[in-house]
Each structure stands twice: as C-alpha cells, then as structure tokens.
C-alpha cells in the first residue's frame, strides 16, 4: 500500500509557497539522491501468517461458544493489532520493514500453532460457513466482499488526503517529509490497514473451506506478491494501485485454476508463479525507467 509513486509530489514540492519545503532547505535539498536503502518503500512480509492467524482465532472462539460476529471482530481485531505492531517497528523504531516483517511472520505463525494446538479446527458454525460458501447471483460472496473492500481502498487511495500521503510516501519518503507529509503516521496506518485487511482475507478462508489451521493460505503471499507486480505492469505501469492488483488478482487465479485443471503438479505451479514474479518485477522496473 505504501509502494506507490506520486510524480506529481516532485513538482509540488518544488513551488516558492511551499513553507515546510523551503524550510527543510529549499528543491535543491527535496532532489537529492537517496542513500542506498533508505528511501525504500516498505513491505509487509506478514500478511498471509496474520489471515491464517485471524482465521485460527475466528474458529477457535467460535469452537468455545463464542457468537460468531464477536468472533469474526476479535479476529478482525487481532489482524489489525498485528499490522499496528509493524508499523510501530518501522515507523518510530525505523528497523527494516523486511526484518520487522519477518520477525512478525514467524511470531505470529506460532500463534497461529498455539491457538490451534498444531491440528486442523473443523465443524465450525454454519452461519460463518455462508460466508465464505454462499452464493448471491450464483456468484460466491468472497467475490462480493473482495470487490467491496477494493472499492473502499480505491476511494480512500484517490480522493482522500490519507491516500495521497501514502502515495507520496511510497514513492519517495524524504521529499514527503520535507513537504510537510508526517510519513511516520503515513507508514503506521498503511501498516495497520494491511493487517485488518489481511485479517479478514483470513476469516473469509476459513469460512470458504469451512475449517482453520496455521497453514492455512501458506501460499497468500506469493501470490498476493505475484499479483502487485503484475498490475504494476498492466495498469499505471510501474507503480502499484487497487485496479491493477485486482486484475493481476484475476490473472493469477485464472492461471492457478487452468494448471488444475490441466493436472499440473503443485510444484510446478510454484515455479510457474516465481517467473511470473521475475518477469513482472523485470517489467515494471524497465517502465520505471522510461518514466
């Protein structure tokens, strides 16, 4: 969410009435070349051992008796704590959203072992089933929740100012900040967005297969990665946004069910979906260039 660009902050940033800019030392400052590392845009490495978490959480509350709407907030609460916990590491600890990330990914997938004592939680309620194997339109209900959650983040991306300073962070950070954009609080709700948003992929899993385990959806993240990229190169080219990912989204889903289909070993649908990567990443960075 944060590792968009906004080219148009630059220009902005560059205008004589621009205070916080010209304080900060003037556009010969606001052009410098970042250091190496620095200016990075962060990456949440977490995402898909939070929605397995959330989902383990979900199921097991529900297993104890709990009503199935506390459940499902608890574990919408759960997700965004986590995503709050890794905006804290790298908004005001400044560690590496790398390190931070994947020191989260491995705490929370023994979370995830813990809550669910290392077994699979099944015969969970049918009112949470629906939600995951239900059908309006004959169209699955995850369909509509996907699209309901895009929608919100495309609005909140364009036309608001909290998804303007995420855009300007994500593009360049420095000049964010010394264009008046707090790029801490920027980063920290992106992050803690990131986990409620992951939360609830988790909870809708879990409701799809009617069960949770803290395995469950390992391979989110590959393709949640997989399909950043890929909207990256098909819409905007080079920076990442709501459409492009929902159509690399699509792209990866499509491809993923036709080598079912075909009767493509696993493995190699992994190795398929690497290249992807490699390809898409190698794509966007030549259209960086060009920009």
Do not use: C
């Not at 992929?201 to 391979?219: F, K």
């Amino acid at each position: 969410m944060t590792t968009t660009r906004n080219p148009g902050l630059e220009d902005a940033a560059d205008a004589p009435g621009d205070q916080p800019a010209a304080a900060a030392g003037g556009p010969r400052r606001l052009h410098r070349r970042p250091r190496p590392g620095r200016d990075r845009p962060p990456f949440d490495l977490s995402v898909a051992a939070t929605s397995a978490l959330a989902g383990a959480v979900a199921a097991s509350l529900m297993l104890g008796g709990m009503p199935v709407a506390l459940a499902i907030l608890i574990a919408i609460i759960v997700g965004t704590l986590i995503g709050l916990a890794n905006g804290l590491l790298v908004a005001y600890l400044n560690l590496s959203a790398f390190v931070a990330t994947l020191a989260t990914l491995t705490s929370v997938t023994g979370l995830a072992f813990l809550v669910t004592n290392g077994t699979t939680l099944f015969n969970l309620p049918a009112e949470f089933n629906v939600l995951g194997q239900g059908r309006f339109l004959e169209i699955p209900l995850p369909v509509f929740f996907a699209i309901a959650i895009s929608l919100v983040l495309w609005f909140v991306l364009r036309y608001t100012t909290l998804g303007r300073r995420w855009y300007a962070t994500g593009g360049n950070a420095e000049v964010s900040r010394l264009s008046g954009v707090n790029v801490r609080v920027a980063r920290l709700t992106a992050f803690t967005v990131a986990g409620m948003v992951s939360a609830i992929g988790g909870i809708l899993l879990a409701a799809r297969l009617g069960s949770a385990s803290a395995v469950q959806g390992e391979d989110n993240l590959l393709f949640s990665v997989a399909a950043v990229f890929l909207g990256m190169t098909v819409i905007r080219s080079g920076a990442a946004n709501i459409v492009g990912t929902m159509v690399g989204v699509a792209i990866i889903g499509v491809m993923s069910n036709g080598l079912n289909i075909l009767g493509v070993n696993a493995y190699v649908q992994q190795v398929v979906t690497g290249l992807i990567i490699i390809a898409a990443v190698t794509l966007s960075s030549f259209k960086n260039r060009e920009r």
